[in-house]
């Protein structure tokens, strides 16, 4: 059994800028053909469903923090903006693919698909997706291979109360292909969390925040001494209290290890 751990890392000495995603083509006829299947028809069929109209408020606006599921591993991280009801993000995937959507919120909560782009060869298709509650939830496939994402609109978590089942020290090790890039003892006490990463250069960062009852770790405060934003997810076994996870810091994309310690 499982519980989903969403943390935002600030990660000091990682090297990489954001990634440069150029997603205005409106005179750059080269890239209209993505080679991307979209999941929408766009042939002259004038017998289509009409799809429902927008949703007149935006109840579910704010920043998400979503992750990427394939075959029940890691696949890819990002961060998505819903705007009175249009949705924005990108996310890149443990292989180096950029992938940018654009969606509308649809008045049943429903997501629709309005662009999707691509960095990458693969063939990425879109199925389906719902927000509700603050809760962003849908499912893909990549190379016809299914897979799913879910996310939390962060200032939701803000409102959660904290909870001691996951209290224990953990010990966590960021990893970026095969080294070691940060590590880090995650101390939780009463549901508060407190931590220091240090990456392979000796730059430190603070971190605060607490647990909720589903195992979210949210982060009240991060003092950095240097260094750039890293998001990053993981889960936890409830049996074990091993720790797995995906990190994203600029361009770069590593795994998180950890396990309880006490």
Not at 93 to 101: E, F, I, K, Q, R
């Amino acid at each position: 059994m499982t519980a989903w751990l969403a943390v935002a890392f600030v990660l000091a000495g990682c090297d990489g800028a954001p990634a440069d995603i150029d997603t205005d083509d409106t005179n750059d006829t080269e890239d209209t053909d993505t080679g991307l299947d979209t999941g929408t028809d766009t042939g002259g069929d004038t017998d289509t469903e009409v799809a429902a109209e927008p949703a007149l408020v935006g109840p579910e606006d704010g920043t998400y923090l979503v992750g990427f599921q394939r075959e029940g591993d890691h696949f890819a991280l990002g961060e998505f903006h819903i705007d009175r009801n249009g949705v924005t993000g990108s996310a890149r995937s443990n292989d180096g693919m950029d992938v940018v959507a654009h969606l509308t919120v649809l008045a049943d909560g429903s997501l629709r698909l309005d662009e999707l782009t691509s960095t990458g060869t693969q063939n990425v298709v879109f199925t389906s997706g719902r927000v509700a509650s603050g809760f962003l939830e849908g499912t893909y496939t990549v190379d016809g291979v299914p897979g799913s994402f879910a996310g939390r609109r962060r200032i939701a978590t803000l409102f959660e109360a904290p909870n001691d089942l996951f209290d224990g020290l953990y010990e966590i090790a960021l990893i970026r292909g095969e080294d070691e890039v940060g590590v880090t003892v995650v101390s939780v006490r009463g549901g508060a969390l407190s931590a220091t990463v240090v990456d392979v250069e000796g730059a430190t960062t603070e971190v605060r925040g607490f647990v909720t009852s589903d195992g979210t770790f949210v982060l009240s405060e991060a003092l950095q001494s240097t260094g750039q934003s890293v998001l990053a997810e993981a889960t936890i076994d409830q049996d074990t209290y091993e720790v797995n996870g995906i990190f994203r810091s600029g361009d770069n994309v590593g795994r998180i290890v950890g396990r309880r310690a006490d």
